[in-house]
């Protein structure tokens, strides 16, 4: 149990361009989803909180802008990079917390981005 | 201020040679620590999630304590498919709960 997919694993795409990235729970419905990025043997950084129906909580530096997180359902979330560009290469990393009540994070399997 | 640290910060072991992880947190109000693995490439694994002190978890080679100030992840006889980043967080906080993650500890486990 407690199974979260993300789609797609791997994007590439070219600079300017907008990628949207889909976290689903499979097998739970989800009170919370987190959106993380990782750098090269760093640790994870969270980028935002959010709650279904309800609009995300963004980390301090994280511009909601280009970084846009929709929760329609207990099941879904999505972070659509806007306009994107190099920096913004990076893998990232969905989680929901929620099955059984419980407070842990089941992680995604990641999307790797590259940006041209 | 809340914080976790982990420590080593990489390992290198030999198969069948056990250690132990540590994980140090200063946070308040105490809502789990939890203790993930990752792969490279992959997103983390959960583990084990601890509330209180004096705890214990355990999963084939692996034991997760808590104290009060920190845990430890057992691992005894690692093979080399052990090998990953292991990951500690916690959950706390005065008035909004956070999840506040490690910088992770590397470990190798050598055949």
């Known amino acids: 149990g407690a199974v979260v997919s993300q789609h797609p694993s791997r994007v590439i795409c070219k600079s300017g361009t907008s990628v949207k990235i889909e976290c689903r729970s499979l097998?739970?419905?989800?009170?919370?989803m987190f959106w993380y990025r990782q750098f090269p043997k760093q640790s994870l950084m969270l980028m935002a909180t959010s709650n279904e129906g309800s609009k995300a909580t963004y980390e301090q530096g994280v511009e909601k802008d280009k970084f846009l997180i929709n929760h329609a359902s207990l099941t879904l979330s999505t972070l659509t990079v806007t306009s994107a560009h190099p920096e913004d290469s990076s893998f990232y990393i969905c989680?929901?917390?929620?099955?059984?009540?419980?407070?842990?994070?089941?992680f995604g399997p990641g999307t790797r981005l590259t940006v041209l | 201020e809340d914080q976790v640290t982990q420590s080593p910060e990489a390992l290198r072991l030999q198969e069948g040679e056990s250690s132990s992880l540590n994980c140090s947190y200063t946070v308040s109000g105490l809502r789990g620590l939890f203790w993930y693995r990752q792969d490279p490439g992959k997103g983390p694994e959960f583990l084990f999630t601890?509330?209180?002190a004096g705890e214990e978890k355990e999963k084939e080679r692996l034991k997760a304590t808590l104290t009060k100030k920190e845990s430890f992840l057992h691992i005894t006889a690692p093979k080399p498919e052990d090998s990953a980043t292991y990951l500690c967080a916690v959950l706390g906080g005065s008035g909004t709960y956070k999840y506040i993650f490690g910088t992770g500890t590397r470990l190798k486990v050598l055949a």
């Open positions: 989680s929901a917390s929620g099955p059984a009540g419980g407070n842990e994070q089941f």
């Open positions: 601890l509330y209180s």
């Open positions: 097998d739970f419905q989800a009170t919370t």
